[in-house]
């Protein structure tokens, strides 16, 4: 089955315990994308990746980490989390040319940091 | 600023009422619009790309169209099961590897 899977789904976690968030996506697309959903914000996008070693920044990119050394992979990496990055994560991956965006999402990460 | 807004931010049918949800873009150039679902406790799903002003998708009881400055999602005689929040993003000409999302409206239809 084509997906994109994302672990935890739930993590409650203390300030400043570095924490990754796992995405993994099994249809073989170039471009990925992490994004945070916030109450009344929408989506917002964090980081994306066009493929492997490629890498560039979103919208609110910072206390965000991210790397691509596989294809299928695009792991989130907070370093020092903050009360503020509690929120809705979402990974993201799509074909790069003709369906650019018709993203496939993943299920969701709920992050609370206290 | 290039920005999405979507209105209303709820909306509230009956079963078969028709109705319109819609997103006001302002964009430098715009490359694409899409629209996509969004239950609860869910990822959103794809549902439409438009790319050019006066072009039309539709899906079942779904209809989404473009103009230079809007796009609408119409909802033709609803059902419980399209009760979801409808999310509409753009990806601009300049930053194309971006994509903006509005906040979403969230729609309820009751039996």
């Known amino acids: 089955e084509a997906q994109v899977t994302q672990n935890p789904r739930y993590l409650i976690t203390v300030t400043g315990k570095k924490l990754t968030v796992t995405c993994s996506q099994n249809?073989?697309?170039?471009?990925m994308s992490w994004y945070r959903q916030d109450p009344g914000l929408g989506l917002r996008q964090i980081y994306y990746s066009m493929n492997v070693e490629v890498t560039d920044k979103g919208d609110v990119p910072e206390g965000y980490k991210v790397s691509r050394k596989e294809k299928r992979n695009f792991p989130l990496i907070l370093e020092s989390p903050s009360p503020n990055q509690t929120s809705l994560y979402f990974c993201?991956?799509?074909?790069?040319?003709?369906?650019?965006?018709?993203?496939?999402f993943g299920p969701g990460t709920r992050l609370t940091v206290t | 600023e290039d920005q999405v807004t979507q209105s209303p931010e709820a909306l509230r049918l009956q079963e078969g009422e028709s109705s319109s949800l819609n997103c006001s873009y302002t964009v430098s150039g715009l490359r694409g619009l899409f629209w996509y679902r969004q239950d609860p406790g869910k990822g959103p799903e794809f549902l439409f790309t438009l790319y050019s002003a006066g072009e039309e998708k539709e899906k079942e009881r779904l209809k989404a169209t473009l103009t230079k400055k809007e796009s609408f999602l119409h909802i033709t005689a609803p059902k419980p099961e399209d009760s979801a929040t409808y999310l509409c993003a753009v990806q601009a000409k300049r930053g194309y590897n971006k994509l903006i999302f509005g906040a979403g409206t969230r729609l309820a239809v009751h039996p």
């Open positions: 993201a991956s799509s074909l790069k040319r003709d369906r650019f965006y018709e993203q496939y």
């Open positions: 249809m073989n697309h170039e471009y």
